[in-house]
Nanobody, 115 residues
Framework: QVQLVESGGGLVQPGGSLRLSCAAS????????MSWYRQAPGKERELVAT????????NYARSVKGRFTISRDNAKNTVYLQMNSLKPEDTAVYYC????????WGQGTQVTVSS
């Protein structure tokens, strides 16, 4: 069955960095675009970044462009989100997502940016 397992979240000070990982299994990873979403307390889930199946293109939310980088390693069935220059408003649960035909979410990993 499809599985997406996120890791790498934690507590970081403003201006710091984190790298999230999402390990995928149960489907042909290299055939699918992958995305990262996030949901802050009291807010709707929002799209953060998407990468195409062969890493030809990446798209970012305006709020993270220039600070976050999405990448993938199809040999390892893993997608990453490198987050730099973190701000308190980046605090959220970050989710890995595969769609549109699979429509499957990971369990999420908490990122807290605070001094």
């Amino acid at each position: 069955q499809v599985q997406l397992v996120e890791s790498g979240g934690g507590l970081v000070q403003p201006g710091g960095s984190l790298r999230l990982s999402c390990a995928a299994s149960g489907f042909t990873f290299s055939n699918y675009a992958m995305s990262w979403y996030r949901q802050a307390p009291g807010k709707e889930r929002e799209l953060v970044a998407t990468i195409t199946s062969r890493s030809v293109s990446q798209n970012y939310a305006r709020s993270v462009k220039g600070r976050f980088t999405i990448s993938r390693d199809n040999a390892k069935n893993t997608v990453y989100l490198q987050m730099n220059s973190l701000k308190p408003e980046d605090t959220a649960v970050y989710y890995c997502y595969v769609g549109p035909s699979l429509r499957f979410w990971g369990q999420g990993t908490q990122v807290t940016v605070s001094s």
